[in-house]
T-cell receptor, first 115, second 115 residues
Framework: NAGVTQTPKFRVLKTGQSMTLLCAQD?????MYWYRQDPGMGLRLIHY???????AKGEVPDGYNVSRLKKQNFLLGLESAAPSQTSVYFC??????????????FGQGTRLTVV | AQSVTQLGSHVSVSEGALVLLRCNYS??????LFWYVQYPNQGLQLLLK??????LVKGINGFEAEFKKSETSFHLTKPSAHMSDAAEYFC?????????????FGAGTRLFVKA
């Protein structure tokens, strides 16, 4: 019953460094999402994917890139980290029927600090 | 653009009192609406959802929400608060974007329960 697994759980980066956050789901879900959570702002969608090989921009995509080479994995990359990217990052997945009425399942989050 | 507004970033109630968390949305028809709960240092989990049919939706842990189309609201209630209900609550709407359906979240309401 792993569900959605995010790695790593914590990370400290220096400004300008790069890193990749990995999200893996074992529920055979079509849709996957990356959100960032900041105090007072709720969850904001960074990028999402409606299937293997496809990605789309969300509300706050600048400074991030994503890839969905395998259905079960959704990678979030930061090419040159900035202090403004200090946040808690959540990955989620959903079955993704065309009607959009399915719930999202969330990982435990990755706390990223950029100094 | 679709949006979700949660009125009140913090709500405090006494144990045993009514819980009312407010959510208003804008969305294309039909809206798919969700409430999620986040306990400290955890990901989000689904409380309840509205898709079609009955406008009063019951969820886990005694929570329920009523979809009111005329008011574009989806307020969350619980008749009697318990200490274990202390958490952050997020209202969400499923929205069709250019890349497929995506879930948009409100900013969240933190619920405090006083003994």
């Amino acid at each position: 019953n792993a569900g959605v697994t995010q790695t790593p759980k914590f990370r400290v980066l220096k400004t300008g460094q790069s890193m990749t956050l990995l999200c893996a789901q074992d529920m055979n879900h079509e849709y996957m999402y990356w959100y960032r959570q900041d105090p007072g702002m709720g969850l904001r969608l960074i990028h999402y994917s409606v299937g293997e090989g496809t990605t789309a921009k969300g509300e706050v995509p600048d400074g991030y890139n994503v890839s969905r080479l395998k259905k079960q994995n959704f990678l979030l990359g930061l090419e040159s980290a900035a202090p403004s990217q200090t946040s808690v990052y959540f990955c989620a997945s959903s079955v993704g029927r065309p009607t959009g009425n399915t719930e999202a399942f969330f990982g435990q989050g990755t706390r990223l600090t950029v100094v | 653009a679709q949006s979700v507004t949660q009125l009140g970033s913090h709500v405090s109630v006494s144990e045993g009192a009514l819980v009312l968390l407010r959510c208003n949305y804008s969305s294309s028809v039909p809206p798919y609406l969700f409430w999620y709960v986040q306990y400290p240092n955890q990901g989000l989990q689904l409380l309840l959802k509205y898709t079609t049919g009955a406008t009063l939706v019951k969820g886990i842990n005694g929570f329920e929400a009523e979809f009111k189309k005329s008011e574009t609201s989806f307020h969350l209630t619980k008749p009697s608060a318990h200490m274990s209900d202390a958490a952050e609550y997020f209202c969400a709407v499923s929205d069709r974007g250019t890349g497929g359906f995506k879930t948009i979240f409100g900013a969240g309401t933190r619920l405090f329960v006083k003994a």
